[in-house]
């Protein structure tokens, strides 16, 4: 039995916007990732089943890795199609804004939601979400922004319109956020949402290989070459950082995603607990950090970074060299182990 965990209020308040609406827009963060663009695909399919005009607005290019989402291929992408873009928005009479908990987060796309005259829906599962929404449904403690999603249309008694496409999408966000099912994802309830996803037809195994299994041979040596020369560990401070600088990434190749799960490496070392990842992109130093257990990463990118994110996986970035933002690494490790003796 899963049961219900959002407000009967909030529901009815949406219920009521969703009647109302026939132009509807669905947006999720900068770089989406499979939750962001499972949560934003499944629900379009939803709602375009109910017979709604739905849309994917995405801030920039979805990663090649990612292609395989069902619709995918649909979804506007805002930094190459502003005009299309900004007209859905001014067409729209409602807003999902999905997978993310402030307007910073969407880049460009922030003044075109925020200049918008719909109401505005968050769903989502980061924590602090900003109060720009008409209608918030946030679940920090849940797997995903998928998941989300799905109890939300199990609530408005909508679960008739997914069919086997939605539920593809809303698996890929649930099994992605969560590394297959590893972290974030110690309760029953995910197993029974994950039981009605597979009645609904879902190919997992397709899925799995396809999210999670699938790297171009370029990617993998690039990966190789991450852990081989360029991990370092600091067992004393429980922690390992991996940078890769521009002529690094040039060298093998780099296309966006390329270094996807790499960050995750490290924490299969028994002495890490937690992991920083500087990646020099061209206009600015990415910052990806993963941890287990009580160490907040999140933290640590809001503190350090002005980022965030959930408390064992989260990033920021830097406005600087590589050399000042390993510096800044440093700082973490002084801080950290002064804030632990
Ligand atoms: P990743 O390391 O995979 O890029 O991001 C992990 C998580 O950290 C994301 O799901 C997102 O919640 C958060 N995150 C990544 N980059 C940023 C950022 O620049 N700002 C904020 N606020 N969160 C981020
Ligand atoms: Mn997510």
Redesign the pocket.
Known sequence: MIEPIIDSRVIEHLQRLLKGARHIVLTC???P?G??LGSTLGLCRVLRNMGKDAHVVVPDQVPRALLFVPGVRDVVVYSLSQLRGRFLFREADLVFCL????L??VDKLAPVIAQCRAPRVLIDH?LDPDNDFDVKISFPHLSSTCEVVYRTLMQLALLRYVDTEAAQCFYTGMMT?TGNFTYSSDYPEIYEIVAQLVAYGINKQWLYNMAMNTFSAESLRLQGYALSEKMQIFPDAGAALITLTRAELERFGYRKGDT?GL?NKPLSIPEVHWVM?LREDPDQI?????SEGNFS??DI??RY??????RN?????FQGSMEDAIDVFFQVLEDTCFENE
Do not use: M, P, W, Y
């Not at 990415?286 to 993963?290: E, F």
């Not at 970074?305 to 959930?310: A, I, K, L, N, P």
């Not at 996986?313 to 970035?317: C, P, R, Y």
């Open positions: 963060h900068l770089s990732d939750d962001a997978d993310f908990n402030t910073q987060r980061h956020d996807e960050v990842f990415k910052v990806s950090c993963r990463v999140s990118c809001a970074f002005g980022g965030g994110g959930h996986a989260a990033g920021g970035d």
